[in-house]
């Protein structure tokens, strides 16, 4: 995976955009985007967090989406209710720039599919 693909610009700028319209203010990053899936998938709510618990959160959302294309699986809930992730396929090598168009498009994924929006 080489370079920005234009698709995957145009509807993380398009899911942006939604978000922003959705909850009032654009995400300000790509960290920004995971953490509101890890609190969607999370299903607490909006809550205050410690410092650990947001990293938790944001890995919660970086195993759900790469969930979607086999690279993670649902383990179990602990007691708490928080998700338990398993990692069950070798994630590719990337630098920095490529691992981001790759979590874009597993974001995009994410929305699209689990949450039923439609980002053309």
Known sequence: MT?????????WLQLRLLLQ???GKKPRDLNG???????QEL???VASFSKEQKQDILHIA????????????????????????????????FDLLEQEEFLKKHIIEYFEKEIGWQLN
């Not at 370079?3 to 509807?11: A, F, L, N, S, W």
């Not at 985007?33 to 609190?39: S, T």
């Open 21 to 23: 319209k959705s909850l």
């Open 33 to 39: 985007v995971l953490y509101l899936i890890g609190l």
């Open 43 to 45: 299903g607490q709510g």
């Open 62 to 93: 970086i195993c759900k989406v790469l969930s979607l294309s086999g690279y993670y699986e649902l383990e179990h809930y602990d007691e708490e209710g928080w998700p338990h992730w398993r990692n069950v396929k070798k994630l590719p090598h």
């Open 3 to 11: 370079g920005k693909d234009p698709e995957t610009t145009r509807k």
